[in-house]
């Protein structure tokens, strides 16, 4: 359909692909951890947004001129690093300010409300503005697509969609999962301290190391 060749194949090297830890992982299991499931679901659905957008970018030819281009592919670069060092410093200077002073009945620590949208977004823009992420799907798409295909666009979006349909099912299995440690964890001040603080440190190592990235 739509000229997809090798479906079988492109499921088994995405679910590959998927399960292979990575930072989006790390964030959502911190995000899971401090602020339990729906905080999970949140940047799991934002990720997976960004993918979406990258995913059409693909299927119009808007990666191609990133990876063609040395200037967009540049400033899409240092946008998306600017970004995730900003609020990477702003989690280690928060001094645990994500934490309330007084604990729960049950003697477990709650996280002050972090909107659930603020959470979403972050995980969007890491990725939209990641021109690796948009280097990825233009690379490993069109591997399972038929050259003389006259659907290639729909083809990219239906391979797409699959993709990003699988990873975040996976996500939101981590989510859950990572939850149910977070339960745990949050009987500890401190631990949701250095969560904090980890999340932050993170966030400034992957905008360090977009910034000094080169297209492959």
Do not use: H
């Given at each position: 359909?739509f000229?997809i060749?090798d479906?079988?194949?492109?499921m088994m090297?995405?679910?590959?692909?998927?399960?292979t830890?990575g930072?989006?992982?790390a964030?959502?299991i911190?995000?899971?951890?401090?602020?339990?499931?729906?905080?999970?679901?949140?940047?799991?659905?934002?990720i997976?947004?960004g993918c979406?957008?990258h995913?059409f970018?693909?299927?119009?030819?808007?990666?191609?001129i990133i990876?063609?281009?040395?200037i967009?592919?540049?400033?899409?670069k240092?946008?998306?690093?600017?970004?995730?060092?900003?609020?990477g410093?702003?989690?280690?200077?928060?001094r645990?300010s994500?934490?309330?002073?007084?604990a729960?009945p049950?003697?477990?620590?709650?996280?002050?409300?972090i909107?659930?949208?603020?959470?979403?977004?972050?995980?969007?823009?890491?990725n939209?503005?990641?021109?690796k992420?948009a280097?990825f799907?233009?690379?490993?798409l069109?591997?399972?697509?038929d050259t003389?295909?006259p659907h290639?666009?729909a083809?990219f979006?239906?391979l797409?969609?699959?993709?990003?349909?699988?990873?975040?099912?996976?996500?939101?299995?981590v989510?859950a999962?990572?939850?149910?440690?977070?339960d745990v964890l949050k009987?500890?001040?401190n631990?949701?301290?250095?969560i904090?603080?980890?999340?932050?440190?993170l966030?400034?190592?992957l905008g360090?190391?977009?910034?000094?990235?080169?297209?492959?």
């Open positions: 359909m000229g060749q479906l079988a194949l492109f090297a995405g679910w590959i692909l998927i399960v830890p930072p989006d992982t964030y959502i911190g995000r899971s951890v401090q602020l339990g499931w729906r905080g999970g679901v949140a940047a799991a659905l934002g997976g947004s979406l957008v995913v970018g693909a299927a119009i030819g808007l990666s191609a990876a063609t281009s040395s967009a592919f540049t400033a899409v240092l946008i998306g690093a600017a970004y995730l060092c900003y609020i410093i702003r989690m280690l200077l928060s645990g994500t934490l309330n002073a007084d729960t049950d003697g477990m620590v709650s996280p002050r409300e909107p659930l949208r603020q959470v979403f977004w972050q995980g969007a823009l890491t939209v503005l990641n021109p992420v280097l799907f233009l690379a490993f069109p591997q399972f697509v003389a295909s290639k666009a083809a979006l239906l797409g969609l699959i993709f990003v349909i699988n990873g975040t099912l996976w996500c939101l299995g989510a999962f990572a939850a149910k440690v977070g009987r500890s001040r631990a949701l301290t250095w904090d603080r980890a999340l932050g440190g966030f400034v190592a360090v190391r977009l910034a000094l990235s080169e297209a492959r």
